[in-house]
């Protein structure tokens, strides 16, 4: 090397150790103060032999330095790659197979060399922001990368987080217009980010018959998220197999003869997802219980009977149980609306979760689980799935105690065996301390925002396999939408900061929900007696026959309007849809 780098360098390696060295910082360097100020994440370039390698300052001191005035400080550095090749052509490559000697020199890094390392290295890369360090240079990730291996989003609240989400989400549409993605919507926050290009579904407009969920989520619907009661549970798990078997010899018999089945012969699994109707449930325990002598016997049927029938006609239920005694195997058409197959236009669906009954919402994420990760695997991967989990901690809990093992059973499978299958797994989470740590172990590319907490930091550096694992001290000090970006997605571990999200393309929570109450909303009795026919309606009958007013009322409802949360302010859209009450 020549001229002033070679004369004048920032520093010299005075130690190397595996995947460390350490640099002395120069006190004849020639180096601006400014850049001087080298401190910790910022990288430098150790210029060897063969090839410069790629390091990250993690350490600065001046104690201990060598018994001379050359230094005035000394650095510990991370060794994070390479830069090979003609300076024509260079390419950087993770790894170091060339280790720098004691005295080699160190440069700050040049713009020149982070354009090299950030350089797309394909087109299947997204731009979703700048580095912190050197704005001018785009941060890319490599879609394949992130998704065939998962990845996860993490932050506190107030981070950016939900933004980050949408950001990511809309780039991948753009760099993957036919990858399907399904995101659970746990606040119902996202769905206006993707415009016409997903479908929104909440509890008013989709329809998961009841038959689809296997035995353990139709146990938890319906004892309501309580365990089972041993007696009832035996009784189920013979008729639910005969009623099945009934079913399909009715189809089979064209609805002539109905013969009786024998318990042995019907070939049915309690877990097999064939359609069977409630009322042949309900005959074929009524049967049992009306060929028993014992009174106390007789109460435990007469028990299931009423809990099965109490849920059936709960209107909340209504997505389930519609047309529960009609029957039909409507599995093909109720994949196909979920899973976007075909996609006609919208790749995309957003399920809202927060209209659903809370005793209900873990069997509902269990079964669409289950159901996109067994359709991936019967296909053999041929339609990729994203499968976005928003709150994850709350379906996948490191306590074994807490929610619902079915749904993180669903969950750990998609993360542990879904690539193979064409299922990608997407975690956002605000306390990955509390999530299933084998789970997010999983998700090979990270994007961890403001993490305040002590046990969420200590979870991620055990996470983080890369070299530059100090950099997570960063962690409780990132600003709004910064973020570190660790794993196979990016080149290097990297401090940047997402891009700008367009007006609406931003989460609804951060688009219009404010503190300051709106003078115009009219805050007054008419307004709450409209929020509370809103929030009656869902736990009530949708059509009273004999309700005088019913003729008054308009004919239907925007079938996929956002619904109103408590936990969520006022839009002028969502006070416009309390003007108009429910059916």
Avoid at 268 to 291: C, E, F, H, Q, W
Avoid at 368 to 373: I, Q, V
Wanted: proline content about 5%; some cysteine.
């Amino acid at each position: 090397m020549t001229g002033s780098v070679a004369v004048t360098p920032f520093g010299r390696v005075i130690l190397v150790r595996g995947s460390l060295a350490r640099i002395g910082l120069l006190a004849t360097s020639r180096t601006a103060v400014s850049e001087i100020r080298a401190t910790v994440g910022r990288f430098v370039s150790i210029r060897c032999t063969n090839s410069t390698i790629i390091a990250m300052i993690t350490e600065v001191s001046c104690e201990n330095l060598p018994a001379s005035d050359v230094y005035v400080a000394s650095a510990s550095v991370d060794l994070l790659g390479e830069i090979l090749g003609p300076s024509d052509s260079q390419k950087f490559q993770r790894g170091v197979t060339n280790y720098p000697a004691i005295g080699d020199t160190v440069d700050l890094i040049n713009h020149q060399e982070l354009r090299t390392v950030y350089a797309p290295s394909g087109s299947d890369q997204i731009n979703i922001g700048t580095l912190q360090q050197d704005p001018s240079v785009i941060a890319y990730v490599d879609i394949e990368e992130m998704l065939s291996k998962h990845f996860a989003v993490l932050g506190s609240t107030g981070v950016g987080k939900s933004t980050g989400v949408s950001l990511l989400l809309n780039e991948i549409l753009k760099s993957r217009p036919n990858l399907r993605i399904f995101l659970l919507d746990v606040h119902n926050e996202y769905g206006r980010c993707f415009g016409d290009r997903a479908l929104v579904l909440n509890p008013r407009n989709l329809k998961l018959p009841f038959w689809l969920f296997n035995f353990e989520e139709i146990v938890d619907v319906l004892f309501g998220g309580r365990p089972g009661v041993p007696e009832e549970l035996d009784i189920l798990t013979e008729v639910i197999p005969m009623a099945k078997g009934i079913y399909t010899q009715y189809q089979n018999a064209d609805r002539v003869g109905l013969k009786r089945i024998d318990a042995k012969t019907i070939g049915y699994t309690v877990d097999a997802p064939v359609p069977y109707r409630l009322v042949d449930l309900i005959s074929l325990i009524d049967d049992r219980m009306g060929k028993l002598e014992n009174r106390s016997s007789r109460i435990i049927y007469h028990k299931l009977i009423s809990r099965i029938e109490t849920v059936r006609h709960d209107p909340r239920y209504t997505f389930m149980f519609d047309n529960a005694n009609v029957g039909g195997d409507t599995m093909a058409e109720v994949i196909s609306h979920l899973f976007r197959l075909p996609a006609n236009g919208k790749p995309m669906t957003v399920m809202q979760l927060a209209g659903f009954p809370a005793e209900v919402v873990d069997s509902v994420v269990s079964v669409l689980c289950r159901m996109a990760f067994d359709f991936g695997l019967w296909s053999d991967g041929v339609s990729p799935l994203l499968f976005v989990c928003e709150e994850a901690h709350r379906y996948a809990s490191a306590d074994r105690t807490i929610g619902f093992g079915p749904t993180r059973k669903a969950v750990s499978r998609i993360a542990k065996e879904g690539r193979k299958y064409g299922v990608y797994l997407g975690l956002v989470t605000q306390r990955p301390a509390e999530l299933d740590a084998t789970i997010i172990s999983q998700c090979n590319t990270l994007f961890a925002m403001r993490l305040a907490n002590e046990r969420d930091q200590a979870l991620m550096r055990s996470a983080v396999s890369d070299a530059a694992a100090n950099l997570l001290s960063f962690v409780p000090s990132l600003g709004t939408r910064e973020v570190l970006a660790f794993g196979e997605g990016v080149a290097l571990p990297t401090r940047l900061r997402f891009k700008e999200v367009p007006a609406h393309q931003l989460p609804r929570s951060e688009a219009t929900i404010s503190t300051v109450p709106s003078v115009a909303a009219g805050h007054d009795l008419h307004f709450v007696g409209a929020v509370l026919e809103r929030w009656r309606g869902v736990t009530s009958q949708r059509d009273v026959p004999n309700d005088p007013g019913i003729s008054e009322r308009p004919a239907a409802r925007v079938a996929e309007a956002p619904m109103l949360q408590p936990s969520m302010g006022l839009d002028h859209d969502r006070f416009s849809l309390l003007k108009k009450p429910l059916r």
